[in-house]
């Protein structure tokens, strides 16, 4: 039944090196009841983005129980979420543009289920990546990666681990998997502090503002082909023809890098 599954890769993502954290028990849970977990070792990359996976997992995530070590804060945390079944069961459907569809207009999405990859021909990426983005004080984030595009899934808090017992055997389990002397993990304390870690830039770029990018070009010859806009919150969007060209209004996060294709004649721009 596992081998019947469709897959997607797992990445864990911290706002920078220096906030790096360290899973010691991971599950994600699964609509079908499949064991599926985290890549090996700590987070890595960018907000939103670690730069790597893992072997691919199966089944549909529907939540995650990860206890996790903070090295800059000296804390345990214990994230144990279920993610909205619903939105869940709505996003696995879907397939969001890469490139123009040659088999029709293009759209934004299709309800095309899942195992969609543009990348072996086709113009629709269906659900490839949960990932993850630890910052301070236990905040995480979800995203759901559909090729290029990504969408956060929602803002989570982790608790932390207090309890004297569960701690001692919490910690022996970190240094073990890891390889960490206790004398190193002591020295580490010291090195990896950020006495004023928070999370409230990462909070801040959450927020969304109504409105949209457009292009305007005085060459009568300009096509527009393509805008991909990356946001601070850690999402991307692509925007495709037609809607490209008079795009809508709706509830943005800051952009961080906007990326413009056109054509004017036979030369394509970027």
Not at 95 to 123: C, F, V
Not at 125 to 153: C, H, Q, Y
């Amino acid at each position: 039944m596992k081998k019947n599954l469709p897959e997607f890769g797992v990445e864990i993502s911290s706002p920078a090196t220096k906030y790096r954290i360290e899973p010691i028990y991971d599950t994600i849970k699964t609509l079908e009841g499949v064991p599926a977990g985290l890549p090996y070792g700590g987070s890595s990359g960018q907000w939103g983005d670690s730069g790597s996976t893992w072997t691919a997992q199966r089944g549909t995530p529907i939540g995650a129980d990860i206890t996790y070590y903070s090295g800059y804060e000296d804390v345990f945390y214990r994230l144990n979420v279920d993610f909205p079944i619903d939105t869940i069961k709505d996003y696995m459907e879907r397939a969001y543009a890469r490139i123009d569809d040659e088999n029709g207009e293009t759209e934004e999405y299709k309800r095309l289920g899942r195992g969609h990859k543009s990348s072996s021909g086709k113009s629709y990426d269906s659900f490839s990546n949960l990932v993850f983005g630890f910052a301070p004080k236990g905040m995480v984030v979800v995203w759901l990666n559909f090729g290029i595009t990504r969408i956060e899934l929602g803002r989570y808090q982790a608790k932390v681990i207090m309890d004297n017992a569960i701690l001692q055997k919490i910690n022996k389990k970190h240094l073990a998997k890891y390889g960490i002397t206790p004398e190193r993990f002591e020295e580490e304390k010291i090195e990896l502090k950020i006495p004023d870690a928070n999370p409230e830039k990462w909070d801040n770029y959450r927020s969304r503002y109504h409105w949209r990018p457009l292009v305007i070009s005085e060459n009568p010859k300009t096509e527009l082909i393509q805008i991909q806009t990356s946001f601070y919150n850690g999402e991307i969007e692509c925007m495709l023809r037609p809607w490209v060209i008079d795009p809508a209004y709706k509830e943005r996060a800051v952009p961080s890098e906007i990326n413009v294709v056109w054509m004017t004649g036979q030369k394509r721009r970027r």
